[in-house]
């Protein structure tokens, strides 16, 4: 399926948040997601479905000072 990852055009095998992240090798990784500007809990993301053209943001927490 044809989604915008983080601004990138990106071709995923996924119908859910977690199976995207799992696709994208990121199943274990520590991130916040929003799909289609709407945060999706970590939670949720089992639940949370993909359509074609949909946007997700994936971001990792920084550290610094």
């Keep these: 399926m044809k989604l915008t990852i983080n601004g990138e055009p990106r071709d995923v095998d996924a119908a859910t948040v977690a199976e995207a992240l799992a696709a994208l ?9 929003a799909l289609n500007g709407n945060f ?11 359509s074609p053209g949909d946007a997700l ?5 920084m550290q610094g000072g």
Excluded at 25 to 33: C, I, L, Y
Excluded at 57 to 61: F, L, T
């Design 40 to 50: 999706v809990a970590a939670t949720l993301r089992g639940a949370a479905r993909l």
């Design 25 to 33: 090798g990121m199943a274990d990784a520590r991130v916040a997601t």
């Design 57 to 61: 943001e994936i971001v990792a927490p």
